[in-house]
């Protein structure tokens, strides 16, 4: 599993990721803010709530999540 040390909320629906194995990069997440549980992180006050749970993945206070695996597989792929 690919676990996020830090994340940090960017303009425009970015997130800048850490990975524990030192990967990272900044991949946007503007085009999946759709449905009843990410429609509220297009809220530009509610976006930077975004954390990391205890098991390394991107989460934020309303339960909206982003596996960590494929945010790992853009950020290798952009590379």
Known sequence: M???IYVEALPDYRL???FADGSS???SVKDRL???VFEPL????FFP???IDEFG???WPNGADLASDALYK???KAA
């Open 2 to 4: 690919y676990k996020v």
């Open 16 to 18: 800048r990721v850490v």
């Open 25 to 27: 990069g900044v991949v």
């Open 34 to 36: 759709f449905g009843p």
């Open 42 to 45: 297009r809220d530009p006050a």
């Open 49 to 51: 709530l975004v954390s």
């Open 57 to 59: 993945v991107v989460c």
């Open 74 to 76: 853009h950020i290798e």
